[in-house]
């Protein structure tokens, strides 16, 4: 996907989180796997909204739809990320982590893994 995606609304992330954990599923699978009950018609339009918005793909056995993510949860999630840092920080990244840092959102963990990855891409980026 190379566009950007609409906003999930709380049922649909909920379907995709379902999704993205098993691979790949039915609508009768996630409709009885969500925490609350609804018609099988119901999520059979969720996950078609899910579809024209670019989330889901879908293949055909027999008359049954197994419904696939387009994309990993990861990647949606930074897209989202990059969405909000657009909107509230001019596109600033360097903006956004440090005031994660300042506001003590990671701990040392966190921060550790985040420098590694960084000096990881660093090497990548400099073959």
């Known amino acids: 996907m190379a566009h950007t995606p609409p906003d999930l609304g709380d049922l649909e992330l909920q379907a995709m989180q379902l999704i993205w954990a ?3 599923m039915t609508a009768e699978a996630v409709r009885e796997r ?3 009950s609804l ?3 119901t999520v059979r339009t969720v996950l078609r909204r899910l579809e024209d918005k670019g ?3 879908h293949t055909v056995d027999q008359r049954t739809f197994t419904f696939h993510a387009t994309e990993a949860r990861q990647k949606v999630a930074a897209k989202a990320v990059k969405r909000i840092v657009d909107w509230f920080c001019n596109g600033s990244m360097e903006e956004v982590l440090v005031g994660m840092v300042d506001s003590a959102l990671l701990d040392d963990a966190q921060l550790q893994a985040l420098a590694a990855r960084i000096e ?7 073959k």
Do not use: I, N, T
């Open 22 to 24: 098993d691979g790949s």
């Open 34 to 36: 969500l925490p609350r």
């Open 39 to 41: 018609k099988e018609s």
């Open 55 to 57: 989330y889901l793909s």
């Open 120 to 126: 990881r891409a660093k090497k990548e980026q400099g």
